[in-house]
T-cell receptor, first 114, second 114 residues
């Protein structure tokens, strides 16, 4: 059974800092890994998707890496801003198909203060 | 394109009552997912449809939860009778469009069982 763990559970940083969120998973036979953002009372917004054959993906100030063999992914946020405050969720898709089940971590609550 | 629509956004019921949630996925998406997100946790898959067939319902409490996806488009999730521990946000997601690896989430329905 796939298990996904995110560290830290919560993080508070001053504006402008670079930061790293960590995600680990127990079964390396994944199809892809996705990072989501969730604002209070809202649904999930996809940030980055990394295929199992890829090592990293970048979008603006965000960079996600994937080390499938060790079961780890990191989300790097550069020059953090108060608008980045949200819960960040990591999810892995079961191997084999593009519509396989997503297993989520419990999330990292990020607060960026001015 | 329009996103995933869900209704109602909020629902408060007493235990042992029944409740139903509705989801309209993104047009053309073959795959539809229902997730349960308890406060402080990541979403947990309840059921996954591919068109109008069930792909995975292994974590659906079938003694009280049911779901259907008529004609492979809209879906309803029902709880009967509700328990206190069913208080959560119920998220609907769809996928299988041009970017077939991604899931797109609706805003969710927040259920409170008193």
């Amino acid at each position: 059974k796939q298990e996904v763990t995110q560290i830290p559970a919560a993080l508070s940083v001053p504006e402008g800092e670079n930061l790293v969120l960590n995600c680990s998973f127990t079964d390396s036979a994944i199809y892809n890994l996705q990072w989501f953002r969730q604002d209070p009372g809202k649904g999930l917004t996809s940030l980055l998707l990394i295929q199992s054959s890829q090592r990293e993906q970048t979008s603006g100030r965000l960079n996600a890496s994937l080390d499938k063999s060790s079961g780890r992914s990191t989300l790097y946020i550069a020059a953090s801003q108060p608008g980045d405050s949200a819960t960040y969720l990591c999810a892995v898709r079961a191997g084999g198909t593009s519509y396989g089940k997503l297993t989520f971590g419990q999330g990292t609550i990020l607060t960026v203060h001015p | 394109e329009a996103g995933v629509a869900q209704s109602p956004r909020y629902k408060i019921i007493e235990k042992r009552q029944s409740v139903a949630f509705w989801c309209n996925p993104i047009s053309g998406h073959a795959t539809l997912y229902w997730y349960q997100q308890i406060l402080g946790q990541g979403p947990k898959l309840l059921i996954q449809f591919q068109n109008n067939g069930v792909v995975d319902d292994s974590q659906l409490p079938k003694d009280r939860f049911s779901a259907e996806r008529l004609k492979g488009v809209d879906s309803t999730l029902k709880i009967q009778p509700a328990k206190l521990e069913d208080s959560a946000v119920y998220l609907c997601a769809s996928g299988g469009g041009a970017l077939s690896n991604e899931q797109f989430f609706g805003p969710g329905t927040r259920l409170t069982v008193l």
